[in-house]
Every structure is written in C-alpha cells, then in structure tokens.
C-alpha cells in the first residue's frame, strides 16, 4: 500500500452547551492566552507596543490617538480580556460571543459605530494539518481590533510592509489595513490549494500504474479537504462582496477599490477548487473502472487456463479408467473396453489429440482479443 | 454484522382525511392531555402557576395583565383548550389547526393582531429515537403562547434563565422570550449532529478495517437521518430570516438583533449537515470500492491456486493414463506407449517439470503484482 | 420472484394532430359523455338539479340568478356542450380547447371577466392505478363551472359539506368553493402518497432480507411514480401561489387566506416527496450494494472449497500415476520412481499431509475473516 | 443483438472560418436553392405566386401593398437573394449572417422597424433521422419574410388553414401568422418525442426479458436525443415569453394572447422530456443492476457444480492413488497402504459417502436460496 | 492499448507569494520579452509601426493623435514597459498587476476614464496542447491598447481586415475593434471544440468495437478539457453581458448591437459543451458496462467448461479408483469392488453416460441463452 499524501484535514470537536444565554462568553478548554501588540501608525510614524497586561492596554489604548492604531490580539482564552473590550469600545455582546466561539462562518456584520468581520484562515500548519483558523475583525473609524485564534505567523508579510512604510498601507487608513490583512488571509487559500493540487498529481501518476485502495482513500481525502476548502470560500466571496456593497462611511474608497480585487481572487479560488473537485471525482471513477478491468484480466487468466486443462485432464481421466481388457475371473477378453490403451500408437494420438484441443482453444481466445495486454 | 449505531429516525404515520372542513381540530390518537403553566413576569416580579382546567385558565388570563406573561401549553391532545383559546384571543381557525396538526414546515404566518411561529425541536429522545417535535408560538404585544407536542423538557433552560432574571430575557418583552425559545431549539440541532457525527466517525474508522454490509446500512441510515435534519433546518432557516425582515411591531428592535445571531446558527446548522452528508457518501462510495476490491484479491486466490494446480494435475493425470507397454492378448511390448514411464528416473523428471512450472507461475504472479497484499 | 407492489403508474397516448386550428376543440376518443349537475345556494338556500341536456342547462343558468352557483360537469366528451358554454358565458376559445386537451399543466389563466383554473387530481382507482386527472374551473363573480374529465367521486366530501350548509364554504362566495375543491384535490395527493410511501417501507423490509431484481424494479417504479407526481406538485404550488397574489377582484379575501392554508400543504406534498425519492435512491443503492456482496460470498465459497481441493486432488493425482518400480522388459527395478509408493506408511503419511495443508488453509482463510458471516 | 431503434440524430458538421467579417454571408456547400412562394392576403382576397427569380421578386413585393403578405424561402444558399432581400428592406446584416448561418439558438432579436425571429424546427425525415432544422422569421408591419433551411412540408397545414381562410389567420394580422407558424413548429416536438417515446417503450418490454449490450447502447441514443430536444426546448420556450413580453407594436394583443398558449405548451414539452429522460436514467440503472444479477446467477453455477464435484473428484483421485498393498520387491504385505481398496464394500461404502457430501451440500446451497430462481 | 487522442490540456504552474503588496508586478519566469506593434487608422488612412525601444514608443504615441490607436503588446515581460504604461496613461496599478499575473477570469472592470477588459484565448498550439491564453484590453475614446500572453498569432485575420480597410473595422472606433479581437478569440472557442468533438467521436466508433483503458482515460480526459473550456466560456458570457449592458460611453452604439451578436456565440459555445460534456458522461457509462458485460462473456466461458468437464472428470475419476475385484492376500473374490469395470460393454456404457451429460448441460445453457453472442 502506497502512502503519498501528507496533508490531513485538522478536526477539532467542540461541546457546545444548549440553552445558555446569548452573548455569554465560552471559552473553549484549549484557548490560547492572548499575546497582545498595538500598532500605532500614520504615514510618518510608526509604533509598535507588546502588551503585557489589560492596564497596560488601557495606558496604550489612551496614547496616540491621533494615530492610526491596530490592536492585534493572538489568542483568545481571557474572557476578562474580551469582557474589557467590550465594555472599553461599547461593543455589543454578540460579537464578543463570536470572537470566542471559532466556529463562525466568513461574514460582516454592520454595527453602528463599527463593523464586525469574520474570516477563515485555511494553512497548513508544522504537523501537515490544515488549520482552520478564526480571525476577527472589529473596524472603527482610527482603529482596527483583530483576534486570532491562535499563534500562526501568517499575518507577518502584512506587519512587514507596515513597517516598511510604502504604499497604501500607512497612508489609506484602517479599512485598508483590514482589506490588507484580509487579501493576505486569501492569498493563503492558493497556497493551500495548490499544495492539495500537487498531491493529486503524483496521485493520479501513481493511478495510471497501478490502482489500490491506498490511492482511492487519499483521493476521497483531498475531495473532502477541498470540500470544505470550498465551504469556507464561498461565503468569503459572499462577504468581500458585502463590504464592496455595503454603504458604511467606515470602507474607504481606496479600499473598496482593492476589495474589488480580492473579489477576483475569492472567484480565482472557487474555479481553482472546482477544478481540483472535479479531477478527484474523475480520479474516482477511473480508480473504479480499473479495479473492474484488473478483475477482468484476472478472470482471463484462469479462464484461459482453466479452459485449455479441464477438458485435457478429463482425457487423461478416460484413460486412467480401470476397465478390464480381460475378466479377472473367467480370463476372457473384453475387447470393448477401452482397446485405445493397448493400440500400438494409443499414447501418440491421444498426446496429439490434446495438442489439438488445446491449439484450439488458443486460437479462439486469441481471437477474442483474451491474449492481448488490454 | 457489526453493530455500530444506537440512535434510530423515529417514524410517525399520520392518516389524513381528505375533505375536512378546513380549520376543524384533528387531533392524533395518541395525542397528550395538556399540562399548562403560566408565567407572569417583568423586571422585578416572577410569577409561575401551574394550570389544571381551562376555568383556572381563564382566571389567570385576567391576573397580572400588566406583566409579560407566557403560557406554556405541553400535549395539545385536548380540542376543548384549543377551542377555549381560539375564541378567548380571537385567533384564525387555520392556526389552531396547524397547532393541532403536527405536521407543519417552520414558518412565520402575520396576522393583524399575532405572530403565528412554527418550529420543529429535533432531539434524541430516551428510547434513542430522533423526536421530531411541533413546537408552535402565537406571539401578542405582551403574551406569548406556545405549543409543544410532547412533554420533553429540552426548554427548561430558557425557564431556568427566566426565574434566574439576569439579562433581557425579563426585561425584553415577549419577542425576545420567542427568540430565546427558538434559539435554544436550534442548538439542539447541533447537539443531535455531533452526536450523528460521532457515530459516523466510529463507522468510518471501523470501514477502514473492515467493510461490511452492517457498516452500509448504517451509513445510508446516517445520511437519511442527516437528509431529514437538513428538511427542518432550510425552512428554519427561512423562518428566522422572515422574523427578522418582518416588519410587524411585535418584534422588538434588541429581538431582530439577535435573531440575526440565530439566522448565523442556522447557516451552522446547515453546513455542519452538508458536511456530514458529503462524508457519508464518500464512506458509501468508498464501501463500493472496498467490496470491488476484496473480490479481485478473492479472485487471485482463486486464480493462483488453479493456474498452478491445474496444469499440474493434468501432468499427473496423464501419467496416471492406462496405457499398455505390453498387448495382453498377444505379448507383444507396445514401445510408444508411454515409455517415460519405465524410464530410471521418469518420475523424478516428471517433479522437477512440475517444480519449474509452478515456479514460472509464481513468477509471473509475482511480476504482475498478485502476491502483493494490495 | 416476490410480487409486492401493486399500484401501477397509469398511461395514457394521446395523438395530437400538429397544425389545427388553436381554439378547437379536439375530444379524445374514450372522452366520456357529460354528467351535469348545477347546485345553487347560499348561506340559507340550497338547491341541487341533475342536468341531461342543454336545453334543460339553458333553462337552469337562467333561475335563481340571485344565488351563488356550481355547474359541476364531469366528463368532457360533448363539443356541443361545451361550444354553448364558450357562446353563453363569452369564454375564450383557447379555455375550451384547453378543458378538452387533458394534458394541461396546473396553471392559472386570467381573463378579463373570470379565471381559468386547471388542476391535476391524482389518485388510485380501483383497478389499484394511479390515474391523473385534469379538473377545470372557470371563476364568474357568482358562478363556478368545473370540469372533471372522468366520473370519479372524489369531491363528494365538499358536496357534503355544502349540502351540510356550515361554515365558509355556503356564505364566502365561489371563489372559496373553488379553495376548497383545489384543497381538496391536493389532500388526496397525501392519501396517494402515503400508500406509495407503505409500498415502499414493505420493499424495505424485504430488501434486508433478501435483494431481488423484482425488489429492484418495484422501487424503480416507486421512484418514476413519485417523480410524475412530483412534476404535478410543483406546478400545483406555483398555481396556488398565483392565486394568492393575483390582484384579480373574484378571489375574496376568505379565499386568499385559506389558499395560504393550501400553499402550506403544496410545501408539504414536495417535501414528502423528496423525503420518499430519496429513499428510492438509497434502496436502490443498497440494493446493488447487496447484489455486490452475495457476490463476494459465492465467491469466496467457491475459492475456499476449490483452494482446498485442487491441491489435494494434484497429490492425489500424483500418486495415481504409473511410474514402473520394475522394468516389464528386463525385470529390473527402477528405485527412484515413486518409492513412497512401497513405503509401509506411505498412504497414511500421505493422508496426514493432505490433512495438514488442509488445515492450514483453513486457518488462512480464517484469519482472513471468509469464513464469518458478512 | 436485437436492433429495435430505427430513429437516429441526424448529425451536421459546420466549418466555420474564425476572423471573418461579421455580417457577412457565409453558405454551407450544400445549402438549398431558394424556392420563393409569396402570398398575399386578407380576410377576402388569397393570393399565392411562385417566384423564379429575383425581379420577379421584385414586381411581386410591389404589388398588393394594401394586403398582408408572406415571402416564404425555402432553400437559403443564394448569397444574392439574401442581400437583395437585406437591401430591399434595409435589415441589418447581422441578420442575414444569422439567417445563412444555420446554426442559431432560438431567439427573439428586437430592431426598431421589425422583429427576427428564430425557431429549430424538430421532426423525422424519411431516412428516418431527427432534422434540427432552422427557421428563420422577419416580422414587418404588414409583411412575414421567413426563410427555411430545407424544402420540409412540415409547415403546410398553416398554408392550408390560410388558404381556407377560416379563423383569425386571414384576419389577425402578420404577427399571428408568426405565432401559428411557431406553435405549429413546435407541434411538432410532440410528434417526434412522443414517437421517441415509443421506441423506449418497446425497449423497456424487451429489457425485462433480457438485458443486452445493444439494449444499452439503444437507450443511451434516445437519452442523448432527448437531451438535445431539451436544448431546443428551452431556448424555444424563452423566445415564446420574450415574444410575450415584449412591448413591440409589431405583436398584436391577439397574437400575444395566442402565444400564452404556446408558452404552455413549450412547458408541456419541457415535461414531456423530463419525464422521458427519468426514464432512460432509470432504464440504464436498471440494465446495470441486471447484468450484475445475471453474473451471479452465472457464479452460482459455477459455483454449485464445482463445490459439489471437486471433492468428490478428490475422493475419486484418492482411491486411484497406487499405494501398494504388497512390496514388489519382497512380496511383504504393507498393510497399512489403502486397505480400503480390498475390503469386500469399499466401493458401495465410498459412493455412499460420495452421495452423502453431494446431497449435504445440496441442501446448503438450497439453505442459502441458491437453487432458486432469483 | 490505443491511442486516437492526440490534444492534450496544458498545465502551468504558478507559485504566488501570498502577502505581496497590492498592485506590484510579479513577472513570471518565462515570461517573454514584449513585442510592441503601433497601428494608426481611420476610414481613409492606415500606419503600422514596430516599435523597439519605450523610447519610440514615446515617440509614436505622440504622432497621429487625430488618428484611432491601436497598441498591440505580444509579450508581457518586461516590468519597465507595463509601468512606463502604467504611468504614461494613469492606469490603476490593479490593472497593470493584472495583466502580469496571468491568470485573470475574463471580466470587465469599468474605470473612469478607460474600460479594463480580460479574455481567455484558447487554442491549440503547434504540441498540440490546449494553450490558455490571457489577452488584456484597455480601452480609451480613441486608444486600445492590447496585451498578450504569447505570440501566437491567432488575432491576425482582424488585422488583416484593420489594413483590408472595408466595413466597420475602420470607421467604427476603437471599442468596434475590442468587439472584434473578443468576436475572434470567441470563434477560436469554435475550432477547438469541434476539434476535440471529432477526437470524441473516434473514441465512441473504436468504443463500439472495444472498450479498453486506454479509451476510458482519453474520454476523462476530453470531459476535462471540456470542463475547463466551459470554466473560461461563462465568464466570458458574463463579460460580453457586462459591455452590452455597461453604460459606459467608452462601447459605441454599434459596438453594442455586435456585441449582442458575440453572446449569441457565447451561448452557442455553451451549448456544444454541454452537448459534448454529456456525451463524455454518457461513454464513459457505456465504458463501464460494457467492461461489465465481458466480465460475463468470459465467466460463461468458464462455467460452461467447468460444468460440463468437471462431472464428466468425476466420472473417470471414479473408475480411475483402484477397488480390488480379488483381496491380494486370500485370492478372494470381492464381487461388490466396482462390477462395472469388468462388465464388457462398461467402458461404452460409461462414455455413453458421459456424453448425455454433457448433451444436457449443452440444452440447459442453450436454453438459458449462454450460448448466443450476446
Ligand atoms: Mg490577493
Ligand atoms: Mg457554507
Ligand atoms: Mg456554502
Ligand atoms: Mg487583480
Ligand atoms: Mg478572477
Ligand atoms: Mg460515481
Ligand atoms: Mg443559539
Ligand atoms: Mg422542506
Ligand atoms: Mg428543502
Ligand atoms: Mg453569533
Ligand atoms: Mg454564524
Ligand atoms: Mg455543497
Ligand atoms: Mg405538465
Ligand atoms: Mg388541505
Ligand atoms: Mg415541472
Ligand atoms: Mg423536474
Ligand atoms: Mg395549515
Ligand atoms: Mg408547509
Ligand atoms: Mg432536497
Ligand atoms: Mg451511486
Ligand atoms: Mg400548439
Ligand atoms: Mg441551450
Ligand atoms: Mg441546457
Ligand atoms: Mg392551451
Ligand atoms: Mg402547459
Ligand atoms: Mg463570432
Ligand atoms: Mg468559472
Ligand atoms: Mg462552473
Ligand atoms: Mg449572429
Ligand atoms: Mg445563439
Ligand atoms: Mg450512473
């Protein structure tokens, strides 16, 4: 059995308990402790703070306010955390609810004063498990709360070229900060996509010389990883389209402008998932036709040789009859019995007369195509 | 047979009689005898009293008429309680026949003067049956009805936060007290999905092991119950969307907001339930493969065995001819008849050609790859 | 072969002559002669009068013009009939040809002075086949003419219920008294399925026990039977959602509420039947999973008996051959052939030998778990 | 083989040239010789002229101004009446590259003096193949110009019905012309599918019987000509609501109402062919789970008849085995060699056990239902 | 194992940096050098320049500003030249990223003063692999300026048709000439189709006559390649809608009617892929039952030889047995030892015997219909 795939889906379980009251805060056992950087910034300046403690937050929180500010929050296991949060920035309770329960689908949900996004950032992560990770987004005027749901280091280009300082980045305001952070998390998704891609091609080499279980359990793998690749991209595209749409004063121009973009990648991403899909449906169907083939050659094999040796043993069968040429009472011949065995050239002909059959019987298979490699 | 699964689709038979004056009270055979209790509540007062004939009934209708009240009516087995409320709050024959018919889809029905709600509660109930329970609502200014098929007690959380008084819940309104009830029904959807999953999980490991014709039923028997989750969870769906979009006073403001929180369950719902029925009918397929399989290596060992031993058998069959070295009758030695026969070592000739034979099929097998396990 | 359905899928073949005239009227041969009845009532009259020619229909339209009437025609074979109607009451011809041709889709026609209304009735006759039937309505402000292509008495129940005088159905005008024969018309399509839906749990259950092509084919039809059904009901729906929201002044406000009632009941009806051809689907799966595994069964009973024995047969075979120990010419003794032959405990050696590979098969087979119960 | 089809797809191949100016004209080497009838008429006068050339065209356009007239075209591949007629009437060429290109989608192209109309018109040839031919149509105020691919009569029961001058066709302008021409045309789907249906009929008696390979293939084709009338179909039917809907003065109110009519009727055919199309699907499914069930039936053959005969052949082969009983060189007796053989009954006692086997593993097989027939 | 197909899909592999800035050029490797053609032209004059340096560019585009302009880029490799573009006609730097990252789905983007427009050139190239070529249009009032991938010259008829001088091409303004490049890529669509229509159609005459693995894996392979042309045809189709109904004054009025005749083709294009697309499905179903079907010929085969030889070797096998007629110790005669051996017609009797048994076998699988070419 071949082994090729390294990638598995990552599966996580969560025991959600019915009936408590919405926008109550439930951590999951395993939530990380935050790790907590506020980034202040405008074209000219940049500033990069760790936060170590909610004090320390609320000191960083009441400087630089003419600045552009990101508090990026990794980890979401403090629910006094999320509680200072909510009561600092007047956040309704829902959206707290949904920062700390990860299983939250892509979308934008307008509040008032802010605006609430979710997205799902798909990577492979050090053990080859596709990580299906949640990060938030809270967006106001001059700030930009995000919350990760682990440690992951995927965001990193986007810090880069804030601190380098070029471009947009530092000049377009927040929402371009979150259209940055959120064409960065899709980015991602090809990356992903392509690596499953690879896999399925030296899959379907392997396929084409030989067809086994193993290949038929990977191939239905990948069909389900990009399932559920696809489950989440579609309503990422629903959701980049919604902030294109949405008539907030919070999404700059420029930033609608480049969202448009990344609505191309979200379609970019869908037809690449089709794609792959498709191919593992199709590898699917080819294993399946393979194994049917396989059996038919194995069934040739021994209807060949079954054909060719039953009849031929029955023969020799005949001969091994015990039929008495003489009766062992009377010591009268009994010329009828078998008198092929006492012919001078008995064994020659029937050696030959098998010969016959035999050639025979290859010519017919031969001639129905049995001898040929299918 | 293996058997994996506990949990089974409880089915009901409803014999519907055609013709039926349209908003006549059809009650089932087996419906329950009603246990009403009504609450009385705000803010600061909690009043709950339980309610043993309509004439208590009435009594306490026209108490506490200041107070948000909820009455909660479990088993609708009783026509006259039906009729007693039709007439008391003036409400449309066609309601009353939907509660009494507990075959009704979700869905939200305006009137002037009430909401009309239906929900279908999905649970796992005691003997392991998946309940399909009508659950109605009849929603006035400051009172709301409802319905329950069965006695279950899955809403007794929403009653427990109700007396806790902490939150909206008291000070709400009525609308709120129909979101909470709806949401705590749709979490338990997902209660009865994980549990499906669960034990889908457990086929799926044990199908890798082993497939057999137990593990197909009971798969087929997942994604049926997953197809019928799926029927209650779209119209659901649909339903919170249309109390949200509604524009009837009835709905509170803070009830819309987190309606909107219910709608995002329900999309949940519905992909956890997609998700689902993809797996089972990758395991299905998979199953199909696994059973085309194990009958081609049946097959090898089929065609192994045969193509070896055939052959060889017709060697043995023919040395085990009668043919005659010597004519009985006249003495004379018949030369051509197997000669190999009296030959010093024909026999161990005639082993060693056997050997080299069966090797050469060996060889060819194990070229071909059938002596792999697959 | 069992034999366990016993519905039948009706046929009909109409020929239909391309190039006529739109608007003629085209009777199929087997049409039957019209059976007239006019019924004129309201909330305290009612009259009912057996009609048996034009005459006497002519004399009937002209009395008790006061009060709300039902032309009920069953049977459609007559052009002269229904050439006076299209002449008295000014109806467009295509309406009458439609009313002759009974291959109508359920629709909703509207004219300037009436609506044309088509349904589909289905049910099972009592040579146990699913007839469909077309049923006509045309709609005047107090006049319902309907038209019912064969005697069936399936609407009887609203007859009674009109004879019966309670309710709606004498005092909310004629456009409830059509509500309450399309109602009708669609509660019976319940009863259709429900029996279908009986038909097939029986093939359920005998398909566990034993998989059949006849099972196959019964569920083949089940599933054909419901699809034409379907094909009925969602046109039915569309008719009935037309209805509710055509701004059309024959449709009473009554009416329109209760035909949301019917709309609940067309959602209904698909559901079931999606419910149903879903299980057609997974019988049918499982059925050509079944056929795969007995399969796999046979065969393995025949690899198990034929990798046992044709081994045992070569050795048998083996020794069954004629190796001389003595030369008949010289007298000499050739010691290498078949010395075991002369051994003292050669045969029981032998025997033994058998024995253990026998055995060892046996236990390779085993372990390989062929010889369990699948 | 059994050969029960005799209809067949006619299939075309057209080599377009890519880069070609658009509007111009490019004829297919076989395209028709126009033949030119013009008819002239109103609800009094009936002229029918035959034109041979394009100045008899010319005189003839100029006369009878006053009447409503009909160019009728059969044949399209004169390249110059095509732009005479372009000219003449100043179309656009769009139109006329559409209209020498066979290859259109039925469509609805509106231009500000006139409408063009285009309709596949479906029906067997008397080579027995479907013909998809194009029909095109120019609508003028007062003047139908349409242009037909070959010399088919497919349409004279219109001319017949103008000709007779009975009805609104005299009467009703140009475009209820239009409108007969097209309900005529797809009047003819209904013959051609209702005769495709009749051969899968035939087809689905015959598989009962017997499944076989040409059975298949037979199904497969009218699958595929059902599918490809589907896609006629659909366009077709929304040419015919675009014609509806389209506020062209050029469509009179009576042509528009007659054109419902005809919508109807495309939905019925749209039916017709859903149904049809089930019903192949359901055919080939059913043809697959046969030939398995028919491989089955041969393994149990094969299987019942070796199972029995093997042993018992082993049995056989043991009592041929030539273990000797007497050493030839000593003359000692080895008594332990086969002394079965020498005992008064050991051939009675041995055939009994023989029996004995045979019948027990009779009565498994009939245990596990595989003496009957399935 | 045959090979007909000889097209294959070819595959590129593109590695994306995720968290690049928005709107830099990312080159790919083998990315060619730029190949820059200027055309100037009205209706009466036409200049073509090659240009070889961004310097002449610079000149030539000062020149013939009266004149419409046409850039056309072949070659999009060099950075200097798509910002030197970039800059010089104050295009979004969206636009310029891409045209450098090649795999954009057809679209328009509107921009305020230019129109930014994506196709998908597909075409077989010299290896005759499906080449996938992105071809870019920005589009000002009197300026088009095109990008290529290649330098394939499959746009050269329009060119051809630019210096030809007649028609629109030359009077009708630049966005006539981007409707006629897209009309010619869209023909393109054409040819390829066919091409692989006609390889389809030899794999399904070869079908007929033998289904082998190689068939099955060029037909998946042809669905492929038509559903990754069906993956660039719809957005196109979205595409041409979009400039159809764009309100941008960039598309002429003509421009727009032309555009309307380009989707007619694009809908034309669906349809034959559709057309084929079932047609793979529909072959590769045929594949499988017909694989099917010869696992049944060659299982007849053997059974029918196994059954009859496989009795008949027992017979011979029982009187192959070596039951002695006299005990070897007393001389005894054991008269019940296998009588028929020394009867004097038992050998005759005996093959008689054998052959009615296999006469009967013959009839019983006459009669069963093995014997028939199925
Ligand atoms: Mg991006
Ligand atoms: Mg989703
Ligand atoms: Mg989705
Ligand atoms: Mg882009
Ligand atoms: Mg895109
Ligand atoms: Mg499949
Ligand atoms: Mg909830
Ligand atoms: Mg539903
Ligand atoms: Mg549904
Ligand atoms: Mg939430
Ligand atoms: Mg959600
Ligand atoms: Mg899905
Ligand atoms: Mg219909
Ligand atoms: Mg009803
Ligand atoms: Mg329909
Ligand atoms: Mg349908
Ligand atoms: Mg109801
Ligand atoms: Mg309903
Ligand atoms: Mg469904
Ligand atoms: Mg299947
Ligand atoms: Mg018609
Ligand atoms: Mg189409
Ligand atoms: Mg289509
Ligand atoms: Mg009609
Ligand atoms: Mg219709
Ligand atoms: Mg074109
Ligand atoms: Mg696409
Ligand atoms: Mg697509
Ligand atoms: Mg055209
Ligand atoms: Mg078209
Ligand atoms: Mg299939």
Redesign the interface.
């Given at each position: 059995?071949s082994k090729i795939r390294r990638i598995r889906l990552k599966t996580k379980?969560y025991?959600?308990v019915?009936?408590?009251?919405?926008?109550s805060i439930q951590l999951y056992e395993d939530a990380l402790k935050p790790q907590i950087t506020v980034y202040s910034y405008n074209s000219d300046e940049f500033y990069s703070e760790k936060i170590n403690s909610i004090d320390e937050l609320e000191i960083q929180i009441e400087k630089h306010k003419e600045l552009h500010r990101w508090i990026e929050v990794k980890g979401i296991g403090d629910a006094d955390l999320l509680t200072y949060i909510e009561k600092k920035f007047s956040i309704?309770k829902?959206v707290i609810?949904?920062i700390a329960d990860c299983?939250?689908?892509p979308?934008l949900?307008e509040y008032e004063d802010y605006l609430f996004v979710v997205s799902r950032m798909l990577y492979v992560d050090e053990q080859l498990e596709i990580e299906n990770e949640q990060v938030s987004f809270i967006l106001f005027p001059k700030l930009l709360i995000s919350f990760q749901e682990n440690y992951s280091n995927?965001?990193?280009?986007?810090i880069?070229?804030l601190k380098g300082g070029?471009?947009n980045?530092r000049s377009a305001g927040s929402s371009y900060l979150l259209y940055?952070l959120n064409?960065?998390i899709l980015?991602?998704y090809?990356?992903l996509i392509?690596k499953l891609g690879d896999e399925l091609e030296t899959i379907e080499e392997l396929l084409?010389r030989?067809a086994?279980?193993s290949l038929?359990?990977q191939t239905?793998n990948i069909?389900?990883e990009m399932?559920?690749i696809r489950?989440a991209a579609w309503p990422e595209r629903d959701k980049i389209n919604d902030m294109i749409r949405s008539d907030s004063k919070l999404i700059g121009k420029t930033s609608r402008?480049?969202l448009?973009?990344t609505y191309?990648h979200t379609?970019?991403i869908i037809?690449l998932i089709?794609?792959y899909k498709?191919?593992t449906t199709?590898l699917?169907?080819?294993?399946?036709?393979?194994?049917?083939?396989?059996?038919?050659e194995?069934?040739?094999?021994?209807?060949i040789?079954?054909?060719i040796?039953?009849?031929?043993?029955?023969i020799?069968?005949?001969?091994?009859?015990?039929?008495?040429?003489?009766?062992?009472?009377t010591g009268k011949?009994?010329n009828?019995?078998?008198p092929?065995?006492?012919?001078?050239?008995?064994?020659?002909y029937?050696?030959g007369g098998m010969l016959i059959i035999a050639i025979a019987q290859m010519i017919y298979f031969w001639r129905k195509?049995?001898l040929n490699?299918?």
């Open positions: 059995m379980k025991i959600p019915p009936g408590t009251s919405p926008g309704n829902l609810e949904d299983r939250q689908r979308k949900d995927n965001i990193s280009p986007v880069n070229r070029k471009g980045i940055a064409d960065l980015d991602n090809f990356t392509y084409y030989r086994d279980k038929m359990f239905q069909k389900r399932i559920s489950r402008t480049y448009k973009d191309d379609m970019q037809d089709e794609n498709d191919l199709s699917i169907d080819m294993n399946l036709t393979l194994i049917s083939q396989r059996m038919n194995i069934m040739k094999v021994l209807t040789i079954s054909s040796f039953i009849p031929l043993t029955f020799a069968g005949v001969y091994g009859m015990n039929f008495a040429i003489e009766d062992p009472k011949f009994l009828n019995n078998m092929e065995l006492y012919n001078e050239n008995g064994y020659l029937t050696m195509g049995w490699k299918s």
